[in-house]
Structure formats: structure tokens, C-alpha cells
């Protein structure tokens, strides 16, 4: 092959080139079949670097050698780009972002591939330091300090996988249907936020307004609600408030509506009460039937309570959308619930799927809800959600039903305009047309199944995702499970929003445009909540890693694992404190250094 040098003009390789390169050598060391596959999918020409299409031969040229390794895709990697700086670091998180942010080459299948690319850094790294640790072990000669350094590589190798380093992936705004689209990124850009603020509680409130009124049908037996349970998770002052407001400002102007027509029809109701009580004092009346009372129309509440959400629900079959500033008190189940925030927890799932509901009341007749509809979304802060969550409500599958976003905090800046008065109106038309659409004759909700080409399109990407799922593990797996589930739901929202917006001719079957986007923002939905889950972990295990940085300021900065085992108790169990000190070199607050004792480097830490 020509192994011709290219000097391109700049040196300086974006992020996501340099990614794409980093996560191929690491799949290299495993599979160069896979890796071939992957790099197969990524066009040359949509490497925006003027060397790309040479790193993406060079990549495919060591893919065909017998036993490829880092040194031969760097080596062919340098004499095609003529750039001696490019290195052997993994930059993983920007491939994951390039795959689902570019829509030139890195696309889909390239996505496909990047939890692979991952999995395979990290066994290559933790195996490398496995390896070496048991050979400093076995070694005779090896001092207690050289163990103890091998070891703590081998916790921090581990540690260290490739998911600690995902990175934000804007929310995939393009997918969304008219007029939503326009209206999230004009809402955005004027109020100098993060596009998912705006595009999270518009969707509920999308969601919350069709209510029991639809459902789709992946196929014979398997139907949908349009029910999201939506969260984001962001720090105070990042713009979670003011997106939520320019957001929530249709359906709350439905609910004011309903106030006022509630309002009216409370007055009137007074005055035949009272009628009805005189003619009820005189001697010569019949008995009649006493005027009953209005109940207002409900479409957006912030009760946190399932007895206080009850008789809302009772009272407005097709369902309501729960809207809180901050969801960590809808969190607190114990609160409400007397220490029995198991069973509250429960109740509140069986209103994520619509299923019946029973509110026992002591002091009040029992409700009984056929379709508990109840779409929710709010804004919460990192730490409170680690604490308020925690891994009880993701055990009990309560956070994995939540599609979370935490975008990266951005300055704020004066606005210079608002939404379009034409996007605006297109929208609160849009809601207008969504609020008049009625259930089946039944009244049971209306089912809208899926056309040939969306069902085939749904099939091909369950198979696959099932795949995903059944190799993953844990908490991931068990988000997996769900997601699969998102895409019905909200291919049905994105059809309600097409045709209620700018597609009145669209049928009541759903198109493949809808699962098509529904399944990108799934796909995102599911990596952006592992990134959101790790970063809490993190948080969390930081939080409790306190006391281990506050002891070793007390004595004098600097300490091994084992001076930490000996320490302090909740270290002792193997790995722990290894563990504990790799956290805090990852987390920017130590550093590895050799002890006074000699061994291999890294093997104590001190504080920075």
C-alpha cells in the first residue's frame, strides 16, 4: 500500500477524529473483524481533518495485519498524516459524541459500535494491570510496596473504564417533528439554555395531553401508553426554571382556562345550592335531586402523593402531567407515606404503564382508577438526586423508567429575541388540535398500529437492541429493558405532534419517520442515562470518599492502601482502599507517586 507522507496544514486533529482512532486501536487488541466492520462504516470523506481519509487507511491497513497491535495502527497511522503527535490514549467519550452527534459519516452504525470499542479498552487495560500485578506478586524479590503499587494499578485500571469518560451528547433536536423542532430551538437560543430544558417538559406536556386518549401497538399484543417520565438534572442556575416555564406556558394556560370555567361554574353552583335549600324549607316541595358539585378540569398538578393524586385521576380519566421545579420531594416516599415508602413507590409504577389504580382512604369512600395516566417531569440538582434516589429506587426499577438529561452548564447571555409569534402560534394551535382528539367509542383509548415499513423498521431494531440488552449488565441492563419500551412511546408522541402540527393529513397508523426518530432519541435516552447514572455514582462515592481525603490531610497528606486499611475500617475489605485513593486521583484531588520505600510509581497518593 503507499505509505505516501501527508503534511496536512494544521496539526492540531479535532477531538472526535482523534476519538474515532483511539477507539479502533482499542477494539484492534481484541477484534480486528469487528474493528474492520466499524471502520467500514465511516466514510473518508466525513473526517473533517485534511488527513482523515489517510488515518481512516491506516486504521483499515493495520486491520488486516495478522496480529495488529497499538504500535503498528500508530505506526501507519504517523507516516500517513505525517503527524509524530499523534497518541495512544483512548478518547472514547468524544467517539461516542461523534457517532451520535454528526450526521455525515459517523451516523448510526458507528454507535452501534462504540459500547464495544468501550468494553474492549477497558478489559485491555484492567487485564494489562492484572497481568503485571500477579507477576510482581509471584516475584520473590517484589517489596511489600511494589505489591501494594501493582495493586492499586490494577484498582484504578479498573476503576477507570471508558464509561467514566463518556461525554455529553447534545439532545438529537433534529428528530423532533414541526412545530416542536422550530419551538425548542428558537426557546433555546433565547433564553441562552440547553435545548433538552425546553424539549423535556414539551414533551410531557405533549405526552400528558394525549393521555388515554391513544395507544400504540408494536405488534399483536404489545401496546403503549404516550406516558414519559422525564428528568433533568442539572445544578441551580443552569436554566432548568426558565425552560420549564416557556415550555409548560400551553398547558398551563389550558389549566387556567379550566380555572376560570371552574370558577364560573363553582358560582353557579352556590346560587342553585342555595335555591335548592329554600325550596327544600317549604312545606309544600317536593323532593328533588340537590344540585351536584363541579369539579375542575386538571391538567398539570404537583402533588406529590398518590391519595392526593387519587381523586384528581378519578375525576379526569385521561390523565394528568405531574410538572415539579425540583422532584427531589417526590423522591422522599417516606415522607408521605409514614416509613412505608415501598408501597407508595409501587403505586407510582403502575402509573407509568397506565394500570389500574386503588386509593384506600381512611376517612373517605375507596377510589378506584381503571387508567392511572401520569406523565412526570421535572428538574432535579447531581447530589440531590444521588441522595434522593440512591440504589434503592434504581433497584426497584423506578429511576431506570426516567429518561435523563445533564447537559454541561454554558453562560448566560442577554436574550435578543423571543420564540416567533408564527412558531408560538404554530404550537398553542398545535395543543388546541391535541386537546379535541377523543378516545375510541368506547371510550377506551383509540389504538394506533404501526404501517409495513415502521413495523420492519421496530423489528430490526428490537432484534438488535436485544442483543445490547442481553449483553449488558446490571443497572445498564435493566435501562435497556425500558428503552425499548420508550421507542413505542414516543414514536406515538412525535406522530401525535406531526399530526397535529404541521401534518393533518397524516392517518392514525404510525409512520416509519416516527420510529426512525424515536429510535435516535432512545438510543441517546439510554446512553445519556448511563452517563447520568456514573456521574452519580461518582458523586456519591466522592461524598463518602470525604472522610478518606479529610484523613489523609490529618496525616500529613500523603498515604498507600495499606496505611488506609489500617486506618480507617471501612477500607479493610479487598480493593477497597485501593479503590477509595483512585477515585480521588481521578477526581483531580491527589496524585500517584512513588513512596520513600522505592517500588514502582503509584503506589501512594498525595493530596493536591
Known amino acids: 500500500m503507499n505509505r505516501k507522507r501527508h503534511h496536512p496544514t494544521s496539526t492540531r486533529r479535532p477531538e472526535a477524529e482523534k476519538a474515532f482512532l483511539a477507539g479502533i486501536v482499542e477494539l484492534l487488541h481484541d477484534d480486528p473483524q469487528r474493528c474492520r466492520k466499524a471502520a467500514a462504516l465511516v466514510e473518508a470523506s466525513a473526517l473533517t481533518i485534511e488527513a482523515g481519509p489517510e488515518l481512516l487507511a491506516a486504521v483499515v491497513e493495520a486491520a488486516v495485519l495478522e496480529s495488529p497491535t497499538f504500535a503498528d495502527v500508530l505506526r501507519i497511522a504517523r507516516e500517513r498524516s505525517g503527524d509524530e503527535a499523534i497518541e495512544e490514549r483512548s478518547l472514547i467519550a468524544d467517539l461516542v459524541a461523534a457517532a451520535a452527534g454528526s450526521r455525515g459519516g459517523y451516523g448510526l452504525g458507528v454507535d452501534r459500535h462504540a459500547r464495544e470499542i468501550m468494553e474492549a479498552a477497558a478489559r485491555r487495560r484492567t487485564v494489562d494491570a492484572a497481568t503485571l500485578a500477579a507477576a510482581v506478586a509471584a516475584d520473590p524479590s517484589s517489596e511489600p510496596a511494589q505489591i501494594e503499587a501493582a495493586a492499586a494499578a490494577v484498582a484504578e485500571a479498573s476503576a477507570g473504564t471508558p464509561s467514566d469518560r463518556m461525554a455529553w451528547v447534545p439532545f438529537p433536536g ?53 406516558i414519559l417520565w422525564l428528568a433533568t438534572v442539572a445544578d441551580s442556575g443552569s436554566g432548568k426554571s426558565p425552560g420549564m416555564d416557556k415550555a409548560l406556558q400551553f398547558v398551563r394556560q389550558r389549566q387556567d382556562d379550566a380555572f376560570q370555567v371552574f370558577r364560573a361554574a363553582l358560582a353557579d353552583y352556590e346560587a342553585e345550592k342555595r335555591e335548592h335549600e329554600r325550596a327544600s324549607r ?200 425500558k428503552a425499548e419500551g420508550w421507542v413505542g412511546r414516543l414514536a406515538l408522541v412525535l406522530h401525535m405532534i406531526a399530526q397535529a402540527g404541521d401534518d393533518p393529513s397524516r392517518g392514525d397508523r404510525i409512520r416509519a419517520d416516527s420510529i426512525e426518530a424515536a429510535v435516535g432519541i432512545a438510543r441517546w435516552a439510554a446512553c445519556e442515562w448511563q452517563r447520568v447514572f456514573i456521574e452519580m455514582t461518582a458523586a456519591s462515592a466522592m461524598e463518602a470518599d470525604a472522610g478518606l481525603r479529610e484523613w489523609i490531610e490529618r496525616r500529613g497528606g500523603i498515604a498507600s492502601p495499606r496505611d488506609v486499611r489500617r486506618g480507617l475500617a471501612k477500607y479493610r475489605a479487598p480493593g477497597a482502599a485501593e479503590a477509595g485513593l483512585a477515585r480521588l486521583v481521578r477526581a483531580g484531588k491527589a496524585e500517584w507517586q512513588a513512596s520513600s520505600t522505592g517500588g514502582r510509581p503509584a503506589d501512594t497518593v498525595r493530596l493536591k
Open 174 to 226: 433534529a428528530l423532533l417533528p414541526e412545530p416542536v423542532r422550530a419551538f425548542v430551538s428558537e426557546a433555546a437560543e433565547a433564553l441562552s439554555t440547553d435545548p433538552v430544558f425546553v424539549a423535556f417538559p414539551l414533551l410531557a406536556s405533549v405526552a400528558a395531553t394525549v393521555g388515554n386518549r391513544r395507544r400504540i401497538e408494536m405488534w399483536s399484543g404489545w401496546k403503549e401508553p404516550p
Open 282 to 481: 317549604r312545606r309544600d316541595a317536593e323532593p328533588a335531586e340537590p344540585p351536584r358539585r363541579p369539579t375542575a378540569e386538571r391538567f398539570i398538578v404537583d402533588d406529590c402523593t398518590i391519595e392526593g393524586l387519587g381523586p384528581i385521576l378519578e375525576q379526569n380519566p385521561n390523565g394528568v402531567l405531574v410538572a415539579r421545579d425540583e422532584l427531589s420531594g417526590w423522591f422522599d416516599f417516606d415522607r408521605y407515606s409514614g416509613g412505608r415508602g415501598g408501597g407508595e413507590a409501587a403505586r407510582w409504577l403502575s402509573c407509568y404503564n397506565a394500570s389500574p389504580l386503588i386509593v384506600d382512604r381512611k376517612l373517605a369512600p375507596t377510589l378506584y382508577v381503571p387508567a392511572a395516566s401520569v406523565t412526570i417531569y421535572g428538574g432535579i440538582q447531581p447530589k440531590t438526586l444521588a441522595r434522593a434516589a440512591g440504589s434503592r429506587h434504581v433497584d426497584n426499577g423506578l429511576l431506570p423508567r426516567f429518561i435523563l438529561a445533564s447537559p454541561p452548564r454554558r453562560m448566560k447571555e442577554i436574550p435578543e429575541a423571543d420564540v416567533s409569534f408564527a412558531t408560538a402560534e404554530a404550537v398553542r394551535t398545535m395543543f388546541d388540535t391535541l386537546g379535541a382528539i377523543r378516545p375510541a367509542l368506547d371510550g377506551s383509548p383509540k389504538v394506533l398500529d404501526l404501517e409495513p415499513d415502521a413495523a420492519a423498521l421496530f423489528r430490526e431494531f428490537y432484534r438488535e437492541h436485544a442483543q445490547a440488552q442481553y449483553a449488558a449488565s446490571g443497572h445498564f441492563a435493566a435501562v435497556l429493558a
